[in-house]
């Protein structure tokens, strides 16, 4: 834009210039413009002598009447030339007001375009600024939100934890509990048990021994505080299956006859009930002389 004025001012001076060039030229042409030559020899020569023809008046007034004109002429293209001066003055000094006025415009306009860009570059950074502390919000929402989600999920799978571990204690508690009462159920049981085996057995083995001593025979020259321990392996309806001395009574000749009486006496009488005739397969027994009635 400003280079553009510049030429335009350059331009209007130039011509400027030269129409006041050609204005003083022409009022020189006009100042020097030549009369003619017997009226300016009439005004530089001293006044001719009278001359014998006479002029006659009507050519006088004509000729004064011309150079009246040419004077009146040459004022008046004074009048016009110094006119046309002064309008090309006017005409200059308008020039240079609307030169400086579009100066001035341009600078308020350039001062106008420096505030708006200045005024956008605050916009900008206000906005850029707005818009980072937007981003800035946004990420700690979303952190905020990330955590939540994590301490929520974590709270769930303590949660989670905390269930199982307590469902997995309950479960070993009644597990713990089941094994108890099973295990006190077999106690019980196991009792119980006992105590039909200790009643089957303080029936049974009198009746056994008193088989065995019926199947015995003394041998010569016992005496009767001698003992023998006998293994006796029956079958489940009381046969003997083995007899054999454990625990000697030191007289082998008692020992085998006590194992001659067991073996003599099967089957011998057991308990039938369940779990007590098992407790009759294997019996230990022992014998005396003095218990034996031959």
Same mark, same amino acid.
Request: charged letters at 40%; glycine letters at 2%.
């Given at each position: ?38 009226i ?9 002598p ?21 004077e ?12 046309k ?5 006017? @005409? #200059? %000094? !308008?020039? =240079? ?5 579009i ?5 308020e /306009?350039? $001062? *106008? &375009? +420096?505030?708006?860009? @200045? #005024? %956008? !570059?605050? =916009? ?5 600024k ?5 981003? /800035?919000? $946004? *990420? &700690? +929402?979303a952190?905020?939100?990330?955590e939540?989600? =994590?301490?929520?999920?974590?709270k ?11 469902? +997995? ?118 014998f ?7």
């Amino acid at each position: 834009m400003k280079p553009r004025v510049r030429r335009i001012g350059l331009t209007s001076k130039s011509l400027f210039f030269a129409i006041l060039f050609h204005v003083i030229v022409a009022v020189l042409l006009v100042i020097n413009f030549d009369w003619p030559s017997h009226i300016l020899s009439a005004r530089r020569s001293e006044p001719a002598p009278v001359q014998a023809s006479v002029v006659s008046e009507k050519e006088v007034q004509k000729q004064m009447e011309a150079i009246r004109q040419k004077e009146e002429a040459k004022k008046q293209k004074q009048l016009e030339a110094q006119k046309k001066l002064e309008e090309l003055l006017n @005409k #200059k %000094k !308008e020039e =240079e007001q609307r030169l400086a006025e579009i100066k001035k415009h341009q600078e308020e /306009e350039k $001062k *106008k &375009a +420096e505030e708006v860009k @200045k #005024k %956008k !570059e605050q =916009e900008r950074q206000k906005l850029a600024k707005m818009q980072q502390q937007e981003e /800035e919000r $946004k *990420k &700690a +929402e979303a952190k905020a939100e990330q955590e939540r989600r =994590e301490a929520e999920q974590k709270k769930k799978e303590d949660a989670e934890r905390k269930r199982k571990a307590e469902e +997995e204690k309950r479960k070993k508690e009644l597990e713990a509990k089941r094994e108890r009462e099973k295990e006190l159920q077999q106690q019980l049981e196991q009792e119980r048990m006992q105590r039909r085996v200790n009643s089957a057995l303080a029936q049974y083995i009198p009746i056994i021994r008193q088989k065995v001593s019926r199947n015995w025979n003394r041998p010569a020259g016992l005496r009767d505080d001698i003992e023998a321990h006998v293994n006796v392996r029956l079958s489940p309806t009381g046969e003997v299956l083995s007899a054999q001395v454990v625990k000697s009574s030191g007289n082998p000749v008692f020992d085998r006859s006590v194992e001659n009486a067991v073996l003599k006496a099967s089957p011998l009488p057991i308990p039938q009930e369940k779990g007590v005739n098992e407790e009759f397969r294997n019996l230990t027994l022992k014998f005396k002389p003095a218990e034996l009635v031959s």
